[in-house]
């Protein structure tokens, strides 16, 4: 007997220690050179330098808080946009300017000096090949007597042709110097935009050739301060239409085409105007409040599928919501319930509705500018914290497990965060 059991152990170990070199070589080898990929985050952060404060731009990395600032001596504004190959960044600096810089914080070369203007604000996109910018600079002169503009420009910015200005548009004043009432919203690849003209829905490409007129008929598209969304295929725009705050919820095709009501109700109400479209681009969520309630107090977060028209509550618990952001992978919706300064942060399934709590020892606070890594497994978020006025920089995975802190002290307020892709 002792003899049969120690044949077996012979005969076995061989096997059991080659199976154990297997796996060992298996979790050492390429199988896991994804997962080991660094995740990489942008972001500003406001500095006391000596008797300055300045707003800088850093990278960090979310698991060894390693970091890089990228534009010393410049102040940074919070518009940072990474280009699609991951191996640059677009941002704005000193509220007029537009600057390009390389991961590795080489190469940092302004794009674009502007002059000061009221309201300044900025929308940037990159073309595909990471080499092209399109952005869009608002003055603002909807609320003012004297009037503002909207302008439209195109950036090379490997220096061959440089930056140009495509389109300038006077706005606002009394009376009025134009009839564009809106912003240019730039599509994901930047090679389109759309903007509402005389009262109709337009778009063109973004070297200003192709001018169409989308809608048919002048109507109230931007009203209560909606966007025009394109859907992450550039096949689609969502806005809002009606007076505000009893507005549907429309899409209509690239191409003028296919018209749609979605919502359809008469007693339809809005407080957060935004609209939030799936990755896959067959879904809008939003914010869907009671009626009367203007406060935004009494409303809950819906997602409507596109082509069957089909609407979902998704949290059916009416209350403050906020901050709301798919998942890449289109399972999961990350937001924040909760007044200002009470906040909590949640995922929820677009499917079950399964409702998942992260980070509860944080305590109530205020949350915003949630981003989903690429690969759908960590939320960046900023937290402003009730004691000592600052706000930091955290990442949490999706499950609510590795809460991390990636801002330090000398970080007075954080923001912007947006990761790099991969």
């Known amino acids: 007997m002792r003899l049969h059991k120690l044949w077996r152990f012979c005969s076995i170990a061989p096997i059991a220690l ?8 298996s979790l050492q080898g390429p199988g896991t050179t994804a997962a080991q990929k660094p995740s990489i985050l942008a972001f ?9 404060v300045r707003n800088s731009l850093f990278t960090v990395n979310a698991t060894s808080l390693a970091r890089r600032e990228l534009a010393p001596n410049i102040d940074v504004s919070y518009t940072v946009v990474w280009s699609p190959k991951g191996d640059r960044l677009a941002f704005v600096g000193t509220d007029t300017d537009i600057y390009t810089v390389n991961a590795d914080g080489s190469g940092l ?33 909807f609320t003012s007597d004297s009037p503002g503009s909207q302008s439209l420009y195109t950036s090379d910015t490997s220096g061959i042709k440089g930056t140009k200005l495509v389109r300038n548009w006077e706005v606002g004043g009394q009376p009025a110097k134009t009839e564009i009432s809106s912003e240019f919203y730039l599509s994901p690849d930047g090679e389109q935009v759309a903007f509402v003209k005389d009262k109709n829905i337009y778009k063109m490409n973004a070297d200003g050739s192709g001018m169409t007129k989308l809608t048919k008929s002048p109507g109230e598209y931007i009203s209560g301060g909606s966007e025009l969304v394109w859907s992450p295929d550039r096949t689609k725009i969502a806005f809002f239409s009606g007076t505000y705050p009893q507005q549907q919820v429309y899409t209509i095709n690239a191409d003028g085409t296919n018209l749609k009501n979605l919502t ?62 798919w998942s890449p992978d289109g399972k999961l919706i990350a937001f924040t319930g909760g007044d200002f300064n009470q906040q909590k942060l949640y995922t929820i399934n677009a499917e ?26 960590q ?44």
Not at 295 to 306: C, F, L, V
Request: charge should be neutral; glycine fraction near 6%.
């Open 264 to 325: 359809n109700n008469p007693q339809h109400q809005v407080y957060n105007v935004k609209l939030f479209w799936s990755p896959d681009s067959s879904r809008i969520a939003y914010y869907h409040g009671k009626a009367g309630d203007l406060s935004g107090e009494k409303q809950d977060i819906w997602a409507i599928d596109i082509n069957s028209g089909t609407a979902k509550n998704l949290t059916q618990k009416p209350q403050n919501y906020d901050a709301l952001s």
């Open 18 to 25: 080659t199976l154990a070199i297997t796996l060992f070589s």
């Open 109 to 141: 070369t302004k794009q674009f000096a502007g002059e000061s203007c009221k309201a300044a604000n900025f929308a940037i996109a990159w073309f595909s090949n990471s080499q092209k910018l399109v952005f869009a600079r608002s003055c603002d002169g």
């Open 352 to 377: 079950t509705s399964q409702l998942n709590q992260l980070a509860p020892r944080l305590g109530m606070s205020g949350i915003s500018e949630l981003a989903w890594s690429y690969d759908s497994q």
């Open 44 to 52: 500003t952060a406001l500095q006391q330098r000596e008797s300055e």
């Open 379 to 422: 939320i960046a978020f900023t937290l402003n914290e009730n004691t000592g006025n600052k706000s930091n920089l955290y990442v949490i995975n999706r499950d609510g497990s590795g809460l991390n802190k990636l801002t330090s002290d000398k970080d007075l307020n954080a923001g912007s965060p947006v990761w790099k892709p991969q």
